[in-house]
């Protein structure tokens, strides 16, 4: 039985200030892949990212009303959920954020005032708050161990690498089906890079739905099934990365690569099925 | 497009009238979803940042409540020695300290220690991205951050005002015995005369209304959205600032109200 697409976006329209809208008539993501959203500087990138994840906005500044249809599809026995149609409170109670969908962000936001343990049980005490404080602290050792953290570090003295292998594991020790990460790899040294995708490539083979923008060419060819570009708001290509090298090419080469019908977007199932 | 001379005023006005909407419906959204978790706060978290919050600024307040009340006992026996009515300053020094002074002078040291500790953490938590992150990893900041600080900041100030009317009444009572000549067991007599229940039920109500004001001020600058640390600072100014003028107005008006109400 093939999966359904993680996310379907259907008809999405999101105005984010006077000059720019995110405007998607037709998206799918395919379940079980990596998935890489490429595009230059500003072409909303991550506006789209963080509306997968419902993070928009801010605690008091709402970023505008999208509307249109995101569907999440968790799994292939759950009912899909219309994101756009949650309220705060919804996500919350329905455990759609971190449970259903981790994301990690460029900037990565750890807590400095707790441990890296304690940064990877905070989350964790609430999504299974029966159990007990040994278990929990087993449950965030074994994350830990995975991404090779010692649990009793300080957040403050961690090097970069070490704080974006902290934020994935702490996304990752919710085990969430779906994870989305934001420039997960930038700026990072060979070695903590290696790392790092060797770790992504993991979960890729796991069988993780996993979303992730980036810059970096080696990001796509090593960890991409799929490629959607971006412009202006408007996916101009997406696919399987076999069928599109050539776009590839051109847009590393500087160019935005140009889609079957110009100006139109392209469903992306039609090239990736 | 540059706006007709005529225009500039009221266009001004217009943006004043709305920031200042905006800032209301902020703090009231930030109060009311602060409010709205308490149920699910856990009562740790709120014991701890009571603990912090209360504790931090006790040696301030008190040692300003003890001087504050031996200062007034002084002016005011300066004032009564020359009507010869000495034995009533304890009289005067409770219920002024009750009534307006401790209350509010504790307010204000607890807008520029608490309302600024809470405007500046959870302005970092805004500006370092952990805000965003928490609501990533599913979780509830209005249960794990507003919650449990809005109400320690609250109840701090209750109890933070309770310690500056027995401070200052102490401070009145030592200048009275060692200046006035007055004995301790004779003043204390005359504050126990001379303080009604509304005195202490007027002071109290207010220092749980200036609690909300800092409170709000705290929450609404410090979860407004920051590009750069200088934004931090000056939120954290705001807050101080502006919590402290809405609280000299608040008194008035609340002193107004309650007497009213109390009688």
């Known amino acids: ?273 | 497009m540059t706006r007709p001379l005529l225009i500039r005023p009221f266009a001004a006005a217009h943006r004043v009238v709305v920031d200042f909407g905006q800032a209301v419906v902020a703090m009231g959204l930030a109060v009311g979803r602060a409010i709205a978790a308490a149920p699910r706060m856990k009562r740790r978290d709120f014991v701890e940042q009571l603990g912090r919050i209360a504790m931090s600024a006790l040696p301030l307040v008190g040692i300003a409540a003890l001087f504050a009340g031996m200062v007034i006992a002084l002016q005011t026996s300066m004032q009564l020695t020359r009507l010869g009515m000495n034995a009533i300053v304890a009289d005067i020094v409770s219920v002024s300290l009750v009534r307006e002074l401790a209350p509010i002078f504790t307010a204000l040291l607890m807008a520029g220690k608490a309302g600024a500790g809470l405007a500046s953490e959870l302005g970092m938590v805004t500006l370092s991205g952990q805000a965003q992150a928490m609501r990533a990893l599913g979780l509830d900041i209005n249960r794990e951050l507003l919650a449990p600080r809005f109400f320690a900041v609250v109840v701090g100030t209750l109890l933070l005002t309770i310690a500056a009317i027995l401070l200052g009444l102490m401070g009145g009572m030592l200048l009275g015995s060692g200046k006035l000549g007055v004995s301790p067991v004779y003043y204390l007599n005359r504050i126990a005369y001379a303080l009604e229940p509304i005195d202490i039920a007027v002071g109290l109500i207010k220092s749980v209304g200036f609690g909300v004001i800092i409170a709000a001020f705290g929450l609404r600058f410090g979860l407004a959205p920051k590009d750069d640390a200088a934004a931090l600072g000056k939120d954290t100014m705001r807050a101080v600032v502006s919590a402290s003028f809405v609280i000299l107005v608040a008194d008035h008006i609340m002193t107004v109200i309650i007497s009213a109400v109390l009688g």
């Open chain 1, 1 to 273: 039985m093939s999966l359904p697409p993680a996310y379907r976006v259907r008809d999405l329209d999101w105005r984010l200030g006077d000059d720019f809208s995110l405007s998607i008539p037709y998206l799918d993501i395919v379940s079980g892949k990596s998935t890489v959203i490429l595009g230059r500087s500003g072409s909303g990138k991550s506006s789209l990212l963080s509306l997968l994840g419902r993070v928009e906005g801010g605690y008091f500044i709402g970023s505008g009303v999208a509307t249109g249809a995101v569907h999440l599809h968790l799994d292939a026995h759950s009912i899909p959920l219309e994101l756009l149609a949650l309220s705060e409170r919804q996500l919350l109670r329905r455990r759609v954020r971190g449970v259903g969908v981790g994301f990690v962000f460029q900037r990565e936001g750890l807590f400095p005032d707790r441990d890296v343990l304690g940064n990877v049980t905070w989350a964790l005490a609430l999504a299974h708050p029966k159990l007990s404080a040994s278990a929990l602290q087993a449950a965030g050792e074994a994350v830990l161990a995975d991404v090779g953290l010692a649990p009793d570090r300080r957040v403050a003295t961690l090097s970069g690498g070490e704080r974006k292998r902290l934020a994935l594991a702490r996304a990752l020790a919710l085990d969430p089906p779906v994870l989305l990460l934001d420039e997960p790899l930038t700026g990072l040294d060979p070695e903590a890079l290696g790392g790092l995708r060797a770790l992504l490539l993991k979960l890729r083979e796991v069988g993780r739905t996993i979303v992730m923008v980036t810059h970096q060419r080696d990001d796509v060819l090593a960890l991409a099934d799929e490629v959607v570009f971006l412009d202006a708001g408007r996916v101009i290509l997406a696919g399987p990365v076999a069928a599109l090298e050539a776009e590839l090419d051109r847009f590393f080469a500087g160019e935005m690569p140009r889609g079957p019908e110009a100006g139109s977007a392209l469903p992306s199932t039609e090239v990736s099925e």
